[in-house]
């Protein structure tokens, strides 16, 4: 039992931190994201539906990081222009994919620490 104690401790620590980094790097990198996106209707109707504050910044994020992860379907719908996602400097992808890819290992983890914790 001190084992998942300490799995808990450390999976929410790294939770904690992911959602700490996700808040900064939105809150330094958004206004940059959105000028390279400038001409896609979805950054402009998520912008100004969710605004300013800490959710707004984030749902802006997300829309930002579906056009990274699907651009093909997104171009489809009419949301963004046709290679809207090449716009974005690719060291800001990664660090997008990274913070993502961080933030589901975490959720992940944290099911599976529930699923033994409610099973022992």
Known sequence: MPVL??????????????????MCFTSKQIDLLETRLSGCRCISDT?????????????RLNMVFMVIYMPGVMYR???????????I????????????????????AMAALYYFIKTS
Not at 5 to 22: A, E, H, K, P, R
Not at 89 to 107: A, E, Q
């Open 5 to 22: 104690g300490l799995l808990c401790l450390f999976w929410g620590v790294s939770m904690w931190s992911n959602l700490i980094l996700l």
């Open 47 to 59: 912008k100004t539906l969710w605004q300013g504050g800490i959710f707004g910044r984030h749902m």
């Open 89 to 108: 400097p690719r060291r800001l992808k990664w660090w997008i994919w990274g913070l993502y890819g961080w933030l589901l290992t975490n959720v992940s």
């Open 77 to 87: 719908k009419g949301h963004i222009t046709k290679d809207a996602h090449l716009n």
